[in-house]
């Protein structure tokens, strides 16, 4: 009931085009899903994330939509750039009380060709 | 803001001894950090949850006697991987908590057992 399932593994993209990554939840506690996106030896980077309120954010190329009846999001990267290349990470989590554990989806690598 | 740091970037060290990894966070108080061990081309595993002044909770799994965490003051915490072995070799990654659920992440410690 804690996983988040994350699609597709892999993906390659043509610059300029859209990539899209979804992911699946099972739980229905959770509260919050942010995006990251790591580059190979670095840390996750917080992309954009959003609450169950609202069905869709959009922070400049980088779009989350959210389907609360289908436990459903995706991260939508328009106008997709070579810089873009990375592995993007979903996650889900709820509020405990102390402290909020991320669970996170299995990672979706990202290439985009010139 | 909201940058957190760790130190060292990279450790290689013998089987059988300690290695203490550091992470800070730089221009916030952070109340919660939470470390997390990645091997490649896999998911963010979470291993502890880390509160200031008081004593992590550990992941199930987790071996609290080998992997010690302190979070002495509200930017910093650290994690101590004791006798360490070859199979302990992984990246590590501390994260620490601004609000209730936003989570931003160090760079990483990769840790080389030989």
């Known amino acids: 009931q804690q996983q988040v399932k994350q699609s597709p593994q892999s993906l390659i993209v043509q610059k300029g085009g859209i990539s899209i990554i979804n992911c699946a939840y099972e739980?229905?506690?959770?509260?919050?899903f942010p995006w990251y996106q790591q580059f190979p030896g670095k840390g996750p980077a917080l992309l954009i994330a959003i609450r169950p309120d609202v069905s869709e954010k959009k922070e400049g190329r980088f779009t989350i939509s959210f389907n609360k009846s289908a436990k459903q999001f995706s991260l939508h990267i328009m106008d997709s750039q070579p810089g873009d290349s990375a592995t993007y990470f979903c996650?889900?989590?709820?509020?405990?009380?102390?402290?909020?554990?991320?669970?996170f989806g299995t990672g979706t690598r990202l290439q985009v060709t010139l | 803001g909201a940058v957190v740091s760790q130190h060292p970037s990279w450790v290689i060290c013998k089987s059988g001894t300690s290695v203490k990894i550091e992470c800070r966070s730089l221009?916030?108080?952070?109340?919660?950090m939470f470390w997390y061990r990645q091997f490649p081309k896999q998911s963010l595993m979470l291993m502890a949850t880390?509160?200031?002044?008081?004593?992590?909770?550990?992941e199930q799994g987790v071996e609290k006697d080998k992997f010690l965490i302190n979070h002495a003051s509200l930017t910093l915490s650290t994690l101590t991987v004791t006798s360490a072995h070859p199979e302990d070799s992984s990246f590590y990654i501390c994260?620490?908590?601004?609000?209730?659920?936003?989570?931003?992440f160090g760079p990483g410690t990769r840790l080389t057992v030989l």
């Open positions: 996650a889900a989590s709820t509020y405990t009380g102390t402290a909020s554990k991320l669970t």
């Open positions: 880390s509160n200031e002044g008081s004593k992590a909770t550990y």
């Open positions: 221009d916030f108080q952070a109340t919660t």
């Open positions: 994260s620490a908590s601004v609000a209730e659920d936003t989570q931003y």
């Open positions: 739980n229905t506690a959770f509260d919050y």
